[in-house]
């Protein structure tokens, strides 16, 4: 595990702390991240996880730990507990840590002696304060500045992570072979992925898909929004237990798909006709698919989300027209619990959107060339260690 760290051959040093909170996101950012630190800047990437097993189905196959895996060293720790192989590592040039997760103090002793660069990796936000936070110091009790990083949508803060050839990641070149990993049949219906939290809405969605009465095939990869049907009584308890496993529902097509690995995600982002997902990571992907999506946002306490919810979508609708705009935000409001529509207002709604699909493809089209044309946060990262530590 022991890498030359010499004068004469430099590659920066990263140590890249996680704690997962919420099932894949915390990982799924952190992993992205220590890959492309990796594979485009060339650091030597350490990343720290405290529940390995929550990467193992983005990164298959992983074996024990420590190792090195798809060019990041992985090592183990536990809330309350050290970090380990400490020892055997180089010393960071870079401390991240992801979403403000207490480092160990042998680590925080290792910052303020080798006078290593500390950043905190924050959630992605739309709102005015992660704007003016970010890249901010904040001086720390061992006497060390400790840096925010807040990822954002402008040319003023953090940036996305995207990698240099998401061209080819999310291109499709051979469809019949993606359509027999998902377990789909031959594309014959338009396909909306469903990837939400576990929720009351999806029955009244699938109600309002039924009252549209045009066929859809509906892509569900995890157990939430099933739950939520089979809770509602929309599908029976023993449909969709297995990948593959599909329902009718009059004109709908329920199709369970199997878990993905992180690298095959934007690909099947390409192969659908709309989207709903959640979360961050999957959510920017969302985006940089160009493709009409809604975001199912994590619940906070005290509604806290719907103000990140609204702050992003604020921003995204300048590359929208009415009657896109309205439509789409009481759909966003009734499928995030803002607001609850009728069934009448809730299918009204639908179908504008459906009457003005061009205008919805073009909205989202131009919201992705956007951000396509804004440095990456590694980019915008890089050049920040770059001054920090000269």
């Known amino acids: 595990m022991h890498i030359p760290h010499s004068p004469s051959q430099h590659p920066l040093c990263c140590w890249l702390f996680c704690t997962v909170i919420d099932n894949y996101g915390d990982i799924g950012v952190s992993w992205r991240l220590a890959q492309i630190l990796s594979r485009e800047l060339g650091w030597h990437v350490h990343l720290w996880l405290d529940d390995e097993q929550a990467l193992a189905p983005l990164a298959p196959p992983l074996p024990a730990l420590p190792v090195i895996h798809q060019s990041v060293f992985l ?53 005015d304060w992660a704007r003016t936070m970010h890249a901010k110091p904040s001086p720390q009790a061992n006497g060390v500045q400790k840096y925010f990083w807040l990822m954002g949508f402008s040319e003023t803060d953090g940036g996305l992570l995207r990698e240099k050839n998401f061209d080819s990641l999310s291109s499709i070149t051979d469809m019949p072979s993606l359509r027999r990993q998902l377990m789909l049949p031959p594309k014959n219906l338009p396909e909306w992925l469903l990837f939400g939290y576990q929720s009351t809405a999806w029955a009244r969605w699938l109600t309002m898909w039924l009252q549209h009465g045009e066929a859809m095939r509906l892509l569900i990869p995890a157990e939430p929004v099933l739950c939520s049907l089979r809770e509602a009584g929309i599908i029976p308890p023993n449909a969709l237990l297995q990948s593959g496993d599909t329902y009718i529902l009059g004109k709908l097509e329920l199709h369970r798909l199997p878990f993905l690995p992180q690298h095959d995600f934007d690909r099947l982002l390409a192969l659908c006709d709309g989207l709903i997902v959640r979360g961050e990571d999957s959510f920017v992907r969302a985006q940089f698919s160009g493709k009409p999506f809604f975001w199912h946002i994590y619940p906070q306490e005290e509604q806290a989300h719907h103000e990140k919810l609204h702050a992003f ?63 990456s946060a590694t980019e915008r990262l890089a050049n920040f260690v770059a001054d920090k530590l000269k």
């Open 75 to 127: 090592h183990r720790w536990r809330a309350g507990a050290d970090a380990e192989d400490l020892s055997n590592t180089p010393a960071p040039d870079v401390v991240i840590e992801t979403f403000a997760c207490d480092l160990p103090p042998p680590v925080l002793d290792m910052i303020r002696t080798q006078q290593a660069l500390w950043l905190n990796w924050e959630y992605l936000s739309a709102e």
């Open 313 to 375: 979508w604020l921003l995204s609708y300048l590359h929208f027209e009415e009657p896109v705009i309205t439509a789409h935000r009481q759909l966003s409001d009734d499928l995030n619990g803002v607001i609850e529509l009728s069934e009448h207002e809730r299918l009204f709604a639908w179908q504008t959107l459906c009457r003005q699909q061009q205008s919805w493809r073009n909205a989202a089209e131009s919201w992705r060339n956007y951000l396509f044309s804004q440095n």
